[in-house]
């Protein structure tokens, strides 16, 4: 399916105070919107994925999936930054008419939603059945669900968090010192600091699995290896896939957008702002995630009000999100089918 474009041929502000002189979003629709506009899904995408949500999770979506078209008009909307088919720093800035490159001004994940939100009211749609998103799409999801509560009904947050941790930080700090060490990234150029990027996507993969992923996938077969690991390749392999489809610009700045991410920024905490969710909530934690710890998961469920928590079981790590989407699609029946009263069937808030 193609991707659609929305222009707003008039200045963006980000939260900085900087400006966008224009701003496109490109995005994906699937299904249509029903009578009384009540069946919209509206997912917000992770980091360096796209608005083409059947293609990146699949078994979760999809005309067979939980989340189908023929009963739901699912919304995917590219995220400002990321260069398939919204404003990024390889778009053409209208004022020089070059590509923006490391002139692109820094944005948060609050301006990503104000993007959306942009968006949806294009769309003409005024009310948000669901909203959900995993990761840098939960940061985005709880957003949204705070700055307009009244628009969104229900909310699902996977293996994300109220604001990005020092870890969190520090892992996408790293990525960025392999970025800048690629001379080639000041190039001002389409496939500058590839190289940076290769390392950088290794880096990332390491938060994104964990100790026992790799015991089991990457294990030699025999004992007398020296050299030319399993593991190894497999780091070259991802870094290499992800240079082959990404930028290094749009990698560097989403990075800086999720450590911006603090809901309690200007809100008198985070606590006060979770205070604020009005939706149904379903929080999923992964109990392998070492990237965004289950703990945070917790957090968020503790402290939105009409929250419910389910943990679970995944041998990918964080990375499970994506994968897992036969006992996600298990979890989210069972959300739907009970009153969120502190529990999710057999899942019992705790003190």
């Not at 629709?29 to 608005?51: E, F, I, P, Q």
């Not at 939603?113 to 840098?136: C, F, M, P, Q």
């Not at 290769?198 to 004992?223: F, G, H, M, P, W």
Request: with cysteine.
């Amino acid at each position: 399916m193609s991707t659609e474009i929305f222009k707003y041929n008039k200045p963006f502000e980000l939260e900085s105070g900087k400006q966008l002189k224009e701003l496109q979003i490109g995005y994906n629709t699937y299904g249509n919107l029903n009578k009384n506009a009540d069946n919209v899904v509206w997912v917000c995408h992770a980091l360096t994925a796209n608005s083409d949500v059947f293609d990146w999770w699949k078994g979760l979506f999809g005309d067979s999936d939980y989340f189908n078209p023929e009963d739901y008009f699912i919304v995917c909307a590219n995220i400002l930054g990321s260069h398939y088919g919204t404003t990024c720093p390889l778009s053409t800035n209208p004022v020089t008419g070059q590509p923006y490159y490391l002139s692109f001004p820094e944005f948060t994940v609050r301006d990503m939603v104000k993007a959306h939100t942009l968006l949806a009211d294009n769309l003409g749609i005024n009310n948000i059945e669901i909203l959900l998103g995993g990761s840098l799409g939960g940061q985005q999801a709880v957003e949204w669900a705070i700055t307009q509560p009244e628009r969104i009904k229900n909310l699902i947050l996977i293996a994300s968090n109220a604001k990005h941790s020092p870890w969190g930080i520090a892992f996408n700090e790293s990525q960025r010192l392999a970025i800048s060490a690629d001379r080639t990234f000041y190039s001002n150029s389409p496939d500058g600091g590839q190289k940076g990027l290769k390392a950088a996507r290794s880096i990332a993969l390491l938060s994104y699995r964990n100790y026992k992923t790799y015991s089991v996938t990457q294990q030699e077969d025999e004992d007398n290896v020296t050299d030319s690991f399993k593991a190894a390749s497999y780091q070259n392999y991802q870094g290499q896939k992800l240079v082959n489809r990404y930028n290094a610009y749009s990698y560097w700045y989403l990075s800086k957008s999720m450590d911006s991410h603090n809901v309690g920024r200007g809100r008198h905490g985070v606590e006060k702002a979770l205070s604020l969710v009005k939706a149904r909530t379903l929080v999923i934690g992964i109990k392998s995630d070492v990237l965004f710890p289950i703990e945070e998961q917790q957090y968020l469920f503790q402290h939105i009000p009409k929250a419910v928590f389910a943990e679970l079981e995944s041998f990918y790590g964080h990375d499970g999100f994506l994968i897992e989407t036969e006992p996600l699609t298990k979890i989210m029946t069972s959300f739907f089918k009970t009153d969120v009263k502190g529990k999710i069937i057999e899942l019992q808030r705790t003190a």
